[in-house]
């Protein structure tokens, strides 16, 4: 590595360091930044820094990963129950979109071969930043995230369509031609072909690591998994991207796709930011300065043409004038694909220069907008569209239910991690409420699918403890890893509450002293908890006076610890490898439209034949615990299961698919 090159990764770092942190301060995502960082770093602007082949090759892996993340969402057969979406909407949405764009292009006199390109160049939306930023809205399991998610997916599957079409236009071919189908006929052998492979190996390869003990074997096992699986798809003549996903959805039905997910996090946001300031550095701003008016008209022209393509089509499937706008605004900005087509087109001097640099602008200021639509969809929907929109409702539901908990009396819990739940089940049991507050975004969206009382905010924070109920709270509970967490809550807790008592579980004393002066009630350090059951098995042994008291505590505690396994695993804490019993979990199930279970009863269903227990059913924001038999499943339930990954994944199977 020479200086030069050096420099400019310091240079990329650095700056990279400085967006992220004043975009985090001012809570908005860093991909505008990271673009912001490419347009003036690039060519054309300061020209510090400027992308190679081998760059750019490098950037498109963070799309590779993003998108092998989202294939550990799903599954084959949640997939499977979304087919009308990804090929009817997602379909419609593509041909569309592509004859509008092509037409106007067509009468603006350019040829139609580069008017089809075109067209396809805007039908793309971004995978990057729609997934991203709508999994960290917890809106990928909503409906017009689903909506959005099906969509995306065969725009990514559409690309080697107009991929080929760049080529046979560079050649002088007739557009339409043999070649395409039988293109299409590969890349569908090709998807076979992974997902067959992978479904029989991939379970046995990451159960004999996981045997190993390897925390670098099982990183080095999982990059090849995902690397190889794009290059067959890309050698195949698809994109990287679509071997990611599929790498990812086959993954999704192991026990080990959190401990993955939490693997290949550090690979998948390093190289994102790589493949954003790659998009910046393409943005050209003489064609800015010189074509202001027509490059603005481009991006009015694509968001408000678009969304409302988007919006009137997905009204056919969802029903809702919320929803259908709300999945308009989430994809009415151009995508990465897209440019990849434009960029593309360039070099096979298939689209004329100018052209081609305006529109490639307009894109990338679209994508830098898009952000803003995603996070205010809501927002600007419900200002939009009069009505009552479902989910805002559902929502509001689940906010009045909070409120009216906060008046009486409960118990807050803060920490909702194994011991947290486990607090939860008890109190469900005895009767008593409670409301618990969780920074892990995962687990809070798990646990309210399941209808669980659970909040995203900070407890060492006053108003957070104040909004659900600490002056009406009988007890708050503290079950957080990190001991100096534990003693902001405790501190914030008694300045406002001096007389709520206050227990407290840490992971070890060393904050003993600090906690107790504080005003901690009482606190458990689990090394101490160990301890005292060793030594009580240890004075079993020894034949102790007390043994029969010793033992009963042992049974009891031995009993509890065997019903209360019912958790939402928090994401990344899987250990690779697990006895058979603790491998034992909870899992949410939404049935969509079209899923098999819908309009069935649980005793058709014969879900504990499969080893599986429904612990309970969400139904319009309402939580039946221990559903009856003869409970008769309707669309959009969520249903919370209990068992093993693999009969988990039977389970998913049966309810989705048949």
């Not at 991929?163 to 070649?179: K, M, W």
């Not at 052998?189 to 159960?207: S, T």
């Not at 794009?230 to 698809?238: E, I, L, N």
């Not at 008016?293 to 009137?312: D, E, F, N, R």
């Amino acid at each position: 590595m020479n200086e030069l090159s050096l420099a400019n990764i310091l240079l990329l770092l650095s700056s990279a360091v400085l967006v992220v942190t004043v975009f985090r301060r001012l809570e908005l995502p860093p991909a505008p930044g990271y673009i912001l960082v490419g347009m003036l770093l690039g060519p054309r602007a300061f020209g510090l820094f400027s992308t190679t082949g081998e760059t750019s090759f490098l950037a498109e892996f963070g799309v590779v990963f993003l998108l092998f993340t989202l294939g550990l969402e799903f599954s084959l057969p949640r997939l499977a129950a979304m087919r009308w979406q990804m090929v009817g909407l997602g379909g419609a949405q593509v041909l569309v979109t592509s004859f509008v764009a092509a037409a106007t292009a067509s009468w603006a006199a350019i040829p139609l071969p580069s008017a089809v390109i075109l067209g396809g160049a805007v039908a793309m939306s971004s995978t990057v930043i729609v997934i991203k930023q709508l999994r960290e809205q917890l809106e990928l399991d909503q409906s017009h995230g689903r909506c959005a998610v099906a969509t995306l997916l065969f725009q990514d599957m559409a690309v080697i369509v107009f991929l080929i079409l760049i080529s046979l236009a560079a050649q002088g071919d007739q557009l339409f031609s043999v070649q395409i189908l039988l293109a299409l006929v590969e890349a569908i052998a090709a998807l076979v072909i992974v997902l067959a492979v992978g479904h029989r190996l991939l379970r046995p390869l990451f159960h004999e690591v996981a045997h190993r003990r390897s925390p670098e074997l099982f990183t080095l096992a999982l990059l090849l998994i995902v690397l190889g699986a794009a290059w067959f798809t890309h050698a195949v003549g698809m994109s990287l991207a679509v071997g990611g996903f599929l790498a990812g959805l086959m993954l999704s039905e192991t026990e080990y796709r959190h401990q993955v997910e939490a693997d290949i996090r550090p690979f998948r946001d390093v190289l994102l930011g790589l493949f954003f300031i790659v998009i910046g550095t393409l943005l050209d701003f003489s064609v800015l300065a010189n074509q202001v008016a027509w490059v603005s008209l481009l991006v009015l022209a694509l968001v408000l043409v678009k969304g409302l393509i988007i919006m009137m089509l997905s009204r056919l499937f969802l029903g809702s004038w919320h929803a259908s706008l709300r999945t308009g605004l989430v994809l009415a900005q151009g995508g990465e694909f897209g440019i990849a087509l434009l960029a593309l087109a360039l070099q096979e001097k298939v689209l004329d220069p100018a052209i081609a640099q305006a529109l490639l602008a307009g894109v990338v200021i679209s994508m830098v907008l898009s952000p803003l639509l995603i996070r205010h969809n809501r927002t600007i929907a419900e200002w939009l569209v009069s009505g009552k929109d479902p989910e805002p409702h559902r929502l509001a539901l689940q906010h009045d239910a909070t409120l009216a908990v906060a008046k009486r009396r409960h118990v807050i819990i803060c920490g909702y991690g194994r011991v947290g739940q486990n607090l939860a089940r008890i109190l469900e049991q005895e009767g008593f409420e409670y409301i618990a507050l969780d920074l892990d975004p995962y687990r809070v969206s798990v646990a309210r699918q399941a209808g669980d009382p659970v909040h995203y905010g900070d407890a060492s924070q006053r108003d957070v403890l104040e909004s659900v109920g600490l002056v009406n709270a009988s007890v708050v509970v503290i079950s957080v890893p990190d001991s100096l967490g534990a003693l902001k809550i405790v501190r914030t807790a008694k300045e406002r509450c001096p007389e709520v008592p206050v227990l407290v579980r840490t992971r070890d004393d060393t904050e003993l002293d600090s906690l107790q002066k504080a005003g901690a009630t009482e606190i458990v350090p689990e090394s101490l908890e160990a301890a005292l059951m060793l030594a009580s098995h240890l004075l079993l042994l020894l034949n102790v006076p007390i043994s029969r008291i010793v033992h009963k505590v042992a049974n009891i505690r031995g009993h509890r610890y065997t019903m209360l396994r019912n958790i939402f695993r928090k994401e990344g804490a899987q250990v690779l490898d697990e006895s058979h019993a603790l491998r034992e979990q909870l899992q949410t199930v939404t049935l969509p439209e079209g899923a098999a279970a819908v309009d069935r009863s649980l005793a058709e269903l014969r879900l504990p034949d499969s080893g599986i227990l429904i612990t309970a059913i969400r139904r319009q924001g309402i939580v039946g615990r221990q559903p009856t038999a003869d409970t008769v499943l309707k669309q959009d339930d969520v249903l919370v299961l209990y068992g093993t990954p693999e009969s988990l994944e039977r389970a998913e199977t049966l309810l989705l698919s048949g």
